[in-house]
Nanobody
């Protein structure tokens, strides 16, 4: 199983970023997928989840209404659209499938 995140970077408060995770090595369409994040000195936390067919989603309260998780089962990708970013969104963002993790992509929100 390989999960490769991309799309992180530096953005000003109020800005947007779109993260993408390319998955391989398993039957992608059979599994729910998640995005987690870990800020310096804090525990890793669940940000968003999407079911295998994309019909169900979950968001942490802290990102609800600002972030949108989506997936393309034909391309084996899961994305996280992040809008109205805040400094407290600064973290390393990880793609997750069960026990498997990507390497993470850094998101920094700062003026």
């Amino acid at each position: 199983v390989t999960l490769v995140e991309s799309g992180g970077g530096l953005v000003q408060p109020g800005g947007s970023l779109r993260l993408s995770c390319a998955a391989s090595g398993f039957t992608f369409s059979s599994y729910g997928m998640s995005w987690y994040r870990q800020a310096p000195g804090k525990e890793r936390e669940l940000v968003a989840f999407i079911s295998s067919a994309g019909g169900s989603t979950y968001y942490a309260d802290s990102v609800k209404g600002r972030f949108t998780i989506s997936r393309d089962n034909a391309k084996n990708t899961v994305d996280l659209q992040m809008n109205t970013l805040k400094p407290e969104d600064t973290a390393v963002y990880y793609c997750n499938q069960g026990v498997y993790w990507g390497q993470g992509t850094q998101v920094t929100v700062s003026s």
